[in-house]
């Protein structure tokens, strides 16, 4: 069973930054499209970004936009959440998914299309 495992969570200062990392076995390979959700205090999972793995092309949700940036590595079957200027709202615990199956809604962040989830990457803003 593959299993995706998110790292680089912890605290950050308002207006600052941290990577969050994602290993994915078969990313190279066979994953089509991976995302990054967070689920913030209080809230449901909502979606915060998506590559297309082929292209490496990328979708945001609009309250990170501008401000995080997701990449990937396919030599190192790895996806990456570069989150820059901080906001308190941003504290939450951060998921990676990914799926085998390319799908404009899965591009959209519809997280019925994703098949594979990590343990999830716990970030809080510090004073």
């Known amino acids: 069973q593959v299993q995706l495992v998110e790292s680089g969570g912890g605290s950050v200062r308002p207006g600052g930054s941290l990577r969050l990392s994602c290993l994915a076995p078969?990313?190279?390979?066979?994953?089509?499209?991976m995302a990054w959700f967070r689920q913030r205090p209080g809230k449901e999972r909502e979606w915060v970004a998506s590559i297309k793995t082929a292209d490496g092309s990328t979708f945001y949700a609009d309250p990170v936009k501008r401000r995080f940036i997701v990449s990937q590595d396919k030599a190192e079957n790895s996806v990456f959440l570069q989150m820059n200027d901080f906001l308190p709202a941003d504290s939450g615990v951060y998921y990676c998914?990914?799926?085998?199956?390319?799908?404009?809604?899965?591009?959209?962040?519809?997280?019925?299309?994703?098949?594979?989830w990590g343990q999830g990457t716990r970030v809080s803003v510090s004073s």
């Open positions: 078969g990313l190279r390979d066979t994953m089509r499209v």
């Open positions: 998914a990914g799926t085998r199956y390319f799908t404009h809604e899965a591009l959209l962040g519809d997280a019925r299309q994703f098949g594979l």
